[in-house]
């Protein structure tokens, strides 16, 4: 069972930026594919981005291209979200995931879950 926890959620106006973190607590972290997931309310879970267990392949959602980054430090056991020109539609819960095999875009298609850090971007 693989727990993770974000971090790094906060209030901002449109243009700033934020680094999410999300800490597993599995040593084996380095074997999951991870992504990150938002949820805004009344909508459905967003895919945001995802990450394979190497780092080296990156995937992201249309809404988010060119302007976020997903990374990780396998080291720390650690996945970031580099949020750059925040706008207030990108408010919403952001969620961290992680999934034993590939780095999917499907939320259902992952394992273990986060509890989920708020972002909200004011105009």
């Known amino acids: 069972q693989v727990q993770l926890v974000e971090s790094g959620g906060g209030s901002v106006q449109a243009g700033d930026s934020l680094r999410l973190s999300c800490a597993a607590s599995?040593?084996?972290?380095?074997?999951?594919?991870m992504g990150w997931f938002r949820q805004a309310p009344g909508k459905e879970r967003e895919f945001v981005a995802a990450?394979?267990?190497?780092?080296?392949?990156?995937y992201y959602g249309d809404s988010v291209k060119g302007r976020f980054t997903i990374s990780r430090d396998n080291a720390k056991n650690t996945m970031y979200l580099q949020m750059n020109s925040l706008l207030p539609e990108d408010t919403a819960v952001y969620y961290c995931a992680a999934v034993i095999a590939g780095f999917p875009s499907r939320a259902y298609e992952y394992d273990f879950w986060g509890q989920g850090t708020q972002v909200t971007v004011s105009s």
């Open positions: 990450i394979s267990w190497s780092g080296g392949n990156t």
């Open positions: 599995d040593p084996t972290f380095s074997n999951y594919g």
